[in-house]
């Protein structure tokens, strides 16, 4: 899986966003997975 700080992810959320759209992403904070950012296709499959 793909994975991006919070730091970059404060930094360029758009981009982050516009990769979500092809894949989920994991966002790390030290390290660690914190969340995990997903397109809205994808979101909407879940529920």
Do not use: C, H, W
């Not at 030290?30 to 809205?40: M, P």
Request: hydrophobic share 50%; aromatic share 6%.
């Amino acid at each position: 899986m793909t994975t991006i700080s919070v730091s970059e992810l404060k930094a360029n959320p758009a981009a982050a966003i516009n990769q979500a759209l092809d894949y989920p992403l994991a966002v790390l904070s030290r390290s660690k997975v914190k969340a995990y950012l997903v397109g809205k296709d994808l979101f909407e499959k879940l529920l």
